[in-house]
Structure formats: structure tokens, C-alpha cells
């Protein structure tokens, strides 16, 4: 038996009631061998509408299936494809553009990039829709249309573009459904190398692509679930699911005839063997014999609660309308008169509505002999044909236990899965703490926080990296890097506050630590500087700041380079600064320089006339005056100088506040 082993593939079809195991190969791009088949029913009720609820019962029977195949062919079987059934089933559709930037040819790989983020998007969309956390995994999406910029299109593979865009329809199921399938075949000893869904499996065979640009529904009637989805205008347009099958018409017949399960299946299934009388005996231990006709008639009512059933979920998926025809796969949909009931409920002719069996497995042959041709088949042939169109296409991994479904392109990392569970970008890599951002002196500066630690990152236990490659069934563990300390400043760290100013105060040189501003206000060496701070480091004291750092008190009049200053004058450095003196000691400087004749003061008071400014002036109370006299006379407000230097002339020369004052003289004062 040529059982062509290098291209042996191997479906699960992994139902409520049984597990069917497939093995086979495909001999051309049109025909499918089966080499070997097997069915074990499940022996409890480990499985409810297509949900795992007992993953030991569930892996033993998977195990009996792999054994019965290895001993058929003759071949160790490692790797599986599975289809999950629609339980608890999302589907979204979504419109995706793919912005290249520059105009460029399209190749496969960039569609399959396209169609990725487009899925990605639609699972966030459907989160968000859904207001849950659950986590959901794609199992499966179909493109609707194309587009060319804005272009609808077939096909866009060898085409220029600048933007590619598609209408994405794609299902989801919780992960939990999933993971159970994992769980199941991974104790088999059995690592999935494909999964999808049942009605996806099923359609590939029921519905060949030269039939789907007819509005078309696919109803796929297990034990526990009845799986439909839609075709229109070439593409599956829709998915959904009702959790009622099989298993409904046969917990009918266990009420009626007060039979347990397997005897009730037993029941229903004599039903399509035409026997004139069917025997069984009930769970008081009684025989008993029914007729056919009597069964029928038991099961007539719950048989059109699930084409009712059926039939308004297509018209809810197809827009409220029907479709032109249903086909029907699976055991579920078996039963005597079922195809007719659907038809009078989706108000379709009874030749609208049909079992898709024998005439849609035209090319698969099988190897084993005394092979039927029935529904049952499409399903478990079509998730074997699924693996030739995903594989080398599709990976999965596990990463931080979310399996992800990958886009295999040869060059996959880390990063690649990080991104398929939707994980932040930004907690990948070392994060520093916040910046600082301020100006000194009118300048930017910036000082960044520290580095964190980068991402921990394992595949399959052993230290990997987020450029490491993965491949098939990896096992990758991420832990999220860490941030930084955030910046930190004082003043007394920058370098512009070091060193000082000197100046030189009553004839004394006198060293001071700069001044800085932040603002309009001044803030000491230990200010801790924050984003946004306007730092100036002054090269002056005023007058006031000078006697506040030298503590001592303002006494009299101040000069400033031998200026009269107020509180808020500019000192800078190199500056003279003298306090302290007042009138009788300008006086005796100025006798000190020889500027006058000693001679004691006395109590005698000459009026002087003297012109400031234009204005005459007397001053009184003094036998001699000074320069500085004519302030206590003449209103002159130094504070509302508009200049830098205050300028003094007496008859038009320049003067000192302690040159002598006559009787006649002129004087000015001026700011410059």
C-alpha cells in the first residue's frame, strides 16, 4: 500500500459524541487519499456542545485514535490539525488598510501582513465591543474583497500599490475553548500543527469556490453544536453558531423511552437503517420494541425546534433574508425528514435543502475498503485539507500561555509573538524613568532618567531575546522590563553655579556664591530643579541681596562705584560697594581727599541759592554744601531713573555728590 509517508497529514475532528482520526495525503492539486480512518465514541459525556469538559477522558480517546492510525499505517503520528467547533463563536468584520508609504509591488507576503494586522484589529475592536477581558483567539478569518487604494479587487498579488486594503471577516473563540484542545491532544503526545474551524474545515469540501459567489449557507449539525456560515459574492461573508445538534433529538428520545444515552443514540440511529421494528431495553431493565414510525413521530417536534433554530440564524447571519440553498454536513443532520422540516422553515423547495455527502468527495479516494460516502466524512477530510492551505503559511505558539497565530514568513522572533498577544511595545525594552526638561540661561537642558532592566525573556525554559526565533509550538515566556529611577537635579549641580562673584565692599574684597533665579524668584544651591523650571544663574547681587548675604545692617546712604544706589541697584562683579555713609561722612571723605579745607562744622545756617535743573533752589541749615544737599531739596526720585548711570554736572562739569555747592551754581542730574 503506497501510503506516501513524507507527505502524510493527520485530522482530528474532535466532536461532541466521537472522535474521527484521518490520515492521508494529497496526491495532486485536485485529489486527496485517505490512507486510514478511525472513530471511537467518547464513553462519558466528557464533551458538551463542542466544549471539552473532561480533558483526561477527552485525551485517552485521542490516544485510542492515534493507536488505531499507527497501527493502520505503519507510521509514528506527532503532529495533528484539529478544527474547534463554534461554541460561544465571535465573528467581526472589519475593513483594514495597509499604508506602504511608497508605491511598490505587491507581493504575498505583504497581503498576508495586511490580512494580520487586520485580524489583530479586529480582535481588539471586538474587545472592546464585547467589554470583556476575556481573551479571544482567531481561528479563523476570510477575506470578503480586496482593495487597490480604493479600488475593489480580486486579487492584488503582482499589482503596484501605495495602500492595500481588504474587508476581513474574522471568528474568534475564547481561549479557553482552545486551550482545551491543546490540553487534550498535547496528553495524547500529539503537537497541533494546524488549527481551524469545523465549519471552515467542512466548507473547503461542501462548497468549492466556483459555488460561493452564490448566497449560500453551510450548516455543519454535530452532537453538540450546529456550525453555519454563509457564502456570497465569492467569499464567506459570515459565521455563527446555535448549541443545539445531534445530542437534542437524542436526550428527546432518552426522556420518551427512558433509555440512558448510548441507547437513545442507538435509537435515533436505527432510524436510517429502515428496520421494521426497533428493540432496546430502558433503564428499569425491561424490553422494549417500538416502530420506526413511532420514533419519528417522538422526534418530529424537537426536529423542527432545531431547524427553527437553524433557519432563523441564517436569516439573522444573511441580512434577514434566506439564502438560495443549504447544504448540510455532519451526523446531526442525518436524520429521516430533517433536510425536508429545514426546508419548510427557511421557506426554501425541499430540492434547495440538501445532505452534502458522496457528491462532494468525488475527489477523495479511499484505501480502505468498505469506505461510505456519507456527511460524516466532509467535516474530518476537510480540516486534513486545511493543512495544505495554512501550512507554511501558519504557525502557532504559545506565548505567556495566549496561543498565537502566526504568519510564517521564515524570519519570526519574539518580537513577532509579542505583538500577536497584543503586548507592549514599550514594556519589551529597558525604560527609563521621566526626564527632566528646563532651560538655564535660556538654554535647553535635558537630563533622562535612568535605564530599567530590559524584558526577561524564556522559549521552551531556556534564556532567549526579543530578535530570538521561534518556531512551531514554541513555549515563550515573557516578563515585562522595568523603568528606570526618574532624572533628578539641584541647582548645585549645575556647573554654571560654580565658582563665585567677587566684589569689593568698603574697600574689602568680598567672594559670594552666584545667584540663581528660577522665574522671578530666587532659589538656593539645593533647590531640586523640576520640567519646565527657567533657570538663570545671575552674574549680580542687588544691593539688598548684598547686605541680606553679608548680614549686616543698612545704615545710611550706599554707594555703588561711588554712586548713591538704592536697595534694588545692580552690583556686578569687580564692583565698589560702600555702607553706611552718610552725609557728615561724605563730608569727611571728601576733606579726607583734600577735596576740602578742614574746618569744624557749626551751628551758623547760610542760605544757598542754587539753579537744578532749570529750577531755582534754596537750601538751608548747613554753614557749608555739598552736591548730595540738593536731593533733601529737590524733588529728584532716583527710583524712576530710566537708565543705568545717574549723571551730575555743577556749572557744567562733572561732579561728585560731596563736590562743594556756591551760591549761584548750576547743577543737573540726569539718568544715562
Known sequence: MNTNPEQLVFGLDIGTRSIVGTVGYKKNIRDFVVVAQSVRFHETRSMLDGQIHDIGAVADTVTAVRRDLEKKTGKKLTDVCIAAAGRVLKTYTIRTDYDLGEEMVITEELIRSMELIGVE????????????????????????????????????????????????????????????????????????????????????????????????????????????????????????????????LTETLMTEYLVEFNTAEDIKLALSEKKKKITFTDIMGLKQSVLPSDVKKVLDKPMRDLAKQISDKIM??????????????????????????????????????????????????????????????????????????????????????????????????????????????????PRRGSSLDFTV???????????????VITI??????????????????????????????????LDEVHGSIIFYVNGKKVSCPKLV??????VNQMYSIKSGDAISVLDYYTVDRLIEYMDVEKNGTVMVNNVIAL???????????????????????????????????TETSVPVTV???????????????????????????????????????????????????????????RWE
Do not use: W
Open 517 to 522: 533665579s528660577n522665574g522671578s524668584e530666587i
Open 460 to 493: 521552551n525554559g531556556k534564556p532567549a531575546s526579543i530578535s530570538s526565533p521561534v518556531t512551531r509550538n514554541d513555549d515563550i515566556r515573557i516578563t515585562e522590563s522595568t523603568s528606570g529611577a526618574d532624572a533628578k537635579a539641584t541647582v548645585s549641580d
Open 121 to 248: 484589529q479586529a480582535n481588539s475592536e471586538l474587545r472592546a465591543k464585547e467589554k470583556s477581558d476575556i481573551p479571544y483567539f482567531c481561528v479563523g478569518y476570510s477575506v470578503i474583497k480586496y482593495y487597490l487604494g480604493d479600488v475593489t479587487m480580486l486579487s492584488l498579488e503582482g499589482h503596484k500599490a501605495s495602500r492595500i486594503g481588504a474587508d476581513i471577516l474574522a471568528t474568534f473563540l475564547p481561549n479557553d475553548v482552545v486551550d482545551g484542545l491543546y490540553a487534550a491532544t498535547g496528553r495524547a503526545g500529539l503537537n497541533v500543527v494546524n488549527l481551524t474551524l469545523e465549519p471552515i474545515a467542512a466548507i473547503n469540501l461542501a462548497i468549492p469556490e466556483k459555488f460561493r459567489l452564490l448566497n449560500l449557507a453551510l450548516v455543519d449539525i454535530g452532537a453538540g453544536t450546529s456550525d453555519i456560515c454563509i457564502t456570497k459574492g465569492g467569499s464567506v461573508v459570515a459565521y455563527g453558531m446555535i448549541p443545539c445538534a445531534g445530542d437534542f
Open 567 to 601: 536697595g534694588d541697584e545692580k552690583v556686578y562683579e569687580n564692583f565698589t560697594v560702600d555702607f553706611g555713609i552718610d552725609n557728615a561722612d561724605l563730608t569727611a571723605m571728601a576733606r579726607e581727599n583734600g577735596e576740602l579745607e578742614k574746618q569744624e562744622v
Open 441 to 455: 540661561n535660556g538654554k535647553r537642558r535635558l537630563i533622562r532618567g535612568e535605564a530599567g532592566e530590559s524584558a
Open 316 to 429: 439573522k447571519l444573511n441580512g434577514n433574508k434566506s439564502t438560495s440553498a443549504i447544504f448540510l454536513v455532519g451526523g446531526g443532520g442525518k436524520s429521516p425528514e430533517f433536510a425536508g422540516i429545514l426546508s419548510e422553515c427557511a421557506k426554501l423547495p425541499k430540492d434547495r435543502v440538501a445532505l452534502r455527502g458522496a457528491e462532494v468527495l468525488g475527489s477523495v479516494h479511499f484505501l480502505e475498503e468498505d469506505v461510505v460516502k456519507d456527511p460524516l466524512l466532509v467535516t474530518p477530510i476537510g480540516i486534513c485539507l486545511n493543512y495544505y492551505e495554512q501550512n507554511n503559511n501558519f504557525i502557532f505558539v504559545k506565548c505567556n500561555d495566549d496561543l498565537v497565530k502566526l504568519y510564517d514568513n521564515g524570519r519570526l522572533t519574539v518580537m513577532d509573538a509579542a505583538m500577536g498577544i497584543g503586548f507592549p511595545n514599550e514594556s519589551l525594552f
Open 611 to 669: 539753579t537744578v535743573n532749570g529750577t531755582q533752589v534754596v537750601m538751608t541749615g548747613h554753614e557749608h554744601y555739598t552736591f548730595v544737599n540738593i536731593l533733601d531739596f529737590y524733588p529728584f526720585d532716583i527710583k524712576q531713573g530710566q537708565g543705568k548711570e545717574l549723571k551730575m554736572t555743577l556749572n557744567g562739569e562733572p561732579c561728585e555728590f560731596i563736590s562743594p555747592v556756591s551760591d549761584g551754581d548750576a547743577a543737573e542730574l
